[in-house]
């Protein structure tokens, strides 16, 4: 079974939104992760967020994490057409041995 | 560096038919994986890798072989392909395993089983 839910399943939005996708997760974490594909390529690493952590920001990406609703969100302030693309949580083990991903998001930026 | 690279990128199978896909990494990395990925499921990992001559399941391995050699290189072999094994599958590795470690993706196979 999964361990990373997210919601919405797909999002479009107007250039210069933002755009705020969630993702739930069940058991205990060491870090949570936010990856981005584009159509018909690999992931790409965004950011990443320890279980101590609240709060981190890197560019126009906010990402929170609360553990005990065990949740996290991830922003993208201003919305570009670029940032067309399907973006992933993936939560890390507390042995580290794996990364688990949740469905994703489309997110659809309107020019 | 050229990253995680896989081949082939395309691959048409018939059931019953066996195939390695490669995976090949220059970064020197310890940890590496393969994950499927199909539509509503997200990825998915069939198996995984903490260093050379090491290898453990991951959630989905069964039709799946795998082993590690060197550090660079880690095979994933269909041993005998079925079509739900129609998928696109991702190499990914890291430094290590361990806590902050963010995976490095390849871009890709893209397996039809007929």
């Known amino acids: 079974s999964q361990q990373g839910e997210e919601d919405p399943q797909a999002l479009s939005i107007q250039e210069g939104e933002n755009a705020t996708m969630n993702c739930s997760y069940k058991t205990s974490i060491n870090n949570l992760q936010w990856y981005r594909q584009n159509s018909g390529r690999g992931l790409v690493h965004l950011i990443l967020i320890r279980s101590n952590e609240r709060e981190k920001h890197s560019g126009r990406l906010r990402v929170t994490l609360d553990t005990s609703k065990k949740s996290s969100s991830l922003l993208i302030t201003a919305s570009r057409a670029a940032d067309t693309a399907s973006y992933f949580c993936?939560?890390?083990?507390?042995?580290?041995?794996?990364?688990?991903f949740g469905e994703g998001t489309q997110l659809t930026v309107n020019p | 560096n050229a990253g995680v690279t896989q081949t082939p990128k395309f691959q048409v199978l018939k059931t019953g038919q066996s195939m390695t896909l490669q995976c090949a990494q220059d970064?020197?990395?310890?940890?590496m994986s393969w994950y499927r990925q199909d539509p509503g499921m997200g990825l998915r990992l069939i198996h995984y890798?903490?260093?050379?001559?090491?290898?453990d399941q991951g959630e989905v391995p069964n039709g799946y072989n795998v082993s590690r050699s060197t550090t660079e290189d880690f095979p994933l072999r269909l041993l005998s392909a079925a079509p739900s094994q129609t998928s696109v599958y991702f190499c990914?590795?890291?430094?290590?395993?361990?806590?902050?470690?963010?995976?490095?993706f390849g871009s890709g196979t893209q397996l039809s089983v007929l």
């Open positions: 970064m020197n990395h310890e940890y």
């Open positions: 990914a590795s890291s430094y290590s395993s361990g806590d902050a470690e963010k995976l490095f």
């Open positions: 993936a939560t890390e083990n507390l042995s580290g041995s794996r990364l688990t």
């Open positions: 890798s903490v260093g050379a001559g090491i290898t």
